[in-house]
């Protein structure tokens, strides 16, 4: 089986000493993505606005290796406050549709940068 490492143009930089996701075979595993505006390492205001961009980060890191949200089978919810599960449920359906992913949601008693949302995903990607 071969291993890539993804770096995608227009995510925002890793925070950290990782990559953006590793695809190793068929399956793509991301890191976890915050809510940072690709343009200006920035959270923007708000759960519901970093969940969106945090999406739109992990559809930005699947798209370098031809993947959609589509072909995501789980994900991993990190929230700062449990207590936004429902607003992050709003936020979520917006994305992923049809046969969505399987999907864990925690909160964690912190995030990087101060984010208010991460998610992370396993893709299958032919």
């Known amino acids: 089986m071969t291993r890539e490492t993804i770096n995608a143009q227009g995510a925002p930089a890793a925070v950290g000493p990782y990559v953006h996701a590793v695809k190793a075979g068929e399956l793509v595993f991301t890191s976890g993505q915050l809510g940072l505006d690709p343009a200006t390492g920035t959270l923007p205001e708000g759960v519901k606005a970093q969940a969106r961009q945090a999406i739109k980060n992990i559809e930005t890191v699947l ?64």
Do not use: H, M, W
Request: charged share 20%.
């Open 63 to 126: 798209g370098a290796v031809g993947c959609t949200l589509a072909d995501v089978v789980k994900t991993t919810v990190f929230l700062a406050d449990i207590n936004d599960f429902a607003v992050i449920n709003e936020v979520y359906a917006e994305f992923f549709t049809g046969e969505t992913p399987a999907r864990s949601c925690v909160q964690a008693a912190a995030l990087p940068k101060g984010g208010l949302f991460e998610i992370e995903v396993v893709a299958v990607c032919k």
